[in-house]
């Protein structure tokens, strides 16, 4: 990837397609610092651990995205240790499915600020020290189900749209300044946030699935790897899916 080490944060790290992702960038030589909420301290550690297992190197910064005091403690944390900040995956997202006849205000207000405000949080923290740099890449873990609803999700569908859009922006409005902000749209992957799905649901995903299959948490790493190397220099504003061809329009 680089010759000399980049420092990445990943949101939401300490666990699922996070923890792949956080891994990945530890193979491709990257110091991580894994993310979690505070009371899932312990899954950040392990997760900080794998990586220091296999010869990586990382540390963990703990704190709920959606609090604006926690996303200033965790990045003013990486700059503390490392003094800059390379790569930055808002991966962190929840779920609260219903109906939307049934949608508590809570529901949806608690699913948009994890998955949409968090991420505007972690960027414009992390927009700091990338504008002072000169470089920097940005990967947000949206959904397709941003880009084609999806009944029981419309705080989650509208929570990664509005991602999707975000990404959009945040291309445009920091590219002259060496910094590109890409978003992935997985399809359906094997985490614990969509084994929770009743087993007739995913049967009826499978069908409209081409490779027929769910995807796993690395198939989403190797694509952020890709988005933040050197290789991905000229592409930004882009939403990649990874979906196994669930969508192709
Ligand atoms: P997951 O297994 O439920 O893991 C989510 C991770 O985010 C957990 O480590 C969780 O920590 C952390 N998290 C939740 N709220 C947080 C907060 N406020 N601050 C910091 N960390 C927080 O989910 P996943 O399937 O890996 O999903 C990862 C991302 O991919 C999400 O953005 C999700 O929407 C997206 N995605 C997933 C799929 C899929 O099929 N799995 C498809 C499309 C998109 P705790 O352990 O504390 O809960």
Known sequence: MN????????????????????????????????????????????????????????STA????????????????VLAEYGRLDILVNNAGITRDQLLMRMSPDDWDRVLAVNLKGAFLCTRAALRPMVKQRSGRIVNIASVVGMIGNPGQANYAAAKGGLIALTKTCAKEVASRGITVNAIAPGFIDTEMTRRLPEQVKQEILKQVPLACFGAPEDVAGAVAFLASDDARYITGQVLRV???????
């Open 62 to 77: 703990l704190g709920d995205i959606s609090k604006e005091e926690d996303v200033a403690r965790v990045v003013d944390a």
């Open 3 to 58: 010759a000399q080490p980049r420092i990445a944060l990943v949101t939401g790290a300490g666990r699922g397609i996070g923890r792949a992702i956080a891994l990945r960038l530890a193979r491709q030589s990257a110091t991580v610092v894994v993310n979690d909420m505070a009371e899932a301290g312990a899954s950040a550690a392990e997760a900080a651990a794998a990586i220091s297992d296999t010869g990586g190197r990382a």
């Open 243 to 249: 979906d196994g061809g669930l969508v192709t329009a």
